[in-house]
């Protein structure tokens, strides 16, 4: 059995103050790379994951951006250790068991509720943000297949740079998507296509 995500009264806005806190001590900026056209659909954030912050990194882009009840997936056994984790919006998986689909029906009943987001790592792994190659655990097909159509999905690829800066700057490039868009044609392949741009772009600045 799954253990299910809560918001709990004192943990979860403190989490929220603890994102904004964290990221103005630790960063000399975090800026958001594009628009989110938000029609007021429920929200499945994909991202890339490079790292410890990534978590942090998408609650500000919800606190600014996409305003929506937070929800993540998390290895069961994490969840249990750290387990504060899931009075801020985390749910539990275990890679490989049956209770694996349980998980992925459950971050669908989240999505069917407007005004909830979800965001997943389809990578599984911590990777390098340098690594270009893009190759999706199965999960994210069975959300996205069986998802309402009119359902908002934002891409969001991660990267850092210091340029003349002691503290690194954030920079999080996003793009927004439909369900029904992404049910005809591989989400792989997009959200590869989506990365090297936003890498691209990210290599062009200079200051």
């Not at 290895?75 to 068991?97: I, M, N, P, R």
């Not at 029906?105 to 989240?110: G, H, Q, T, V």
């Not at 997943?120 to 990777?127: D, E, L, S, W």
């Amino acid at each position: 059995m799954i253990l299910k995500s809560k918001h709990h009264i004192v943990i979860y806005p403190l989490f929220k103050w603890l994102t904004l806190f964290l990221l103005k001590r630790r960063f000399n900026e975090v800026k958001i790379v594009g628009s989110f056209n938000d029609t007021g659909e429920s929200v499945l954030v994909i991202a890339n994951h490079i790292g410890w912050w990534d978590g942090f990194w998408l609650m500000y882009l919800n606190l600014k951006c996409i305003h929506r009840k937070f929800h993540f997936m998390m290895l069961e056994e994490q969840l249990k250790k750290h387990w504060y984790f899931q009075f801020t919006g985390a749910y539990s998986v275990k890679k490989g068991s049956r209770s694996a689909m349980e998980s992925l029906k459950y971050s669908n009943e989240l999505l069917n509720r407007r005004d909830n987001m979800v965001f997943m790592f389809p990578q599984g792994k911590i990777k390098s943000l340098y690594h270009k190659e893009m190759n999706f655990e199965k999960g994210i097909d069975y959300i996205i297949k069986n998802a309402s159509a009119d359902m908002q999905v934002v891409f969001v690829a991660n990267m850092i740079d210091y340029f003349s800066n002691s503290r690194p700057g954030v920079y999080m490039y996003i793009q927004r998507y439909t369900a029904q868009q992404l049910k005809l044609s591989s989400i792989e392949t997009e959200y590869a296509v989506f990365y090297q741009k936003a890498f691209k772009e990210q290599e062009s600045k200079s200051c």
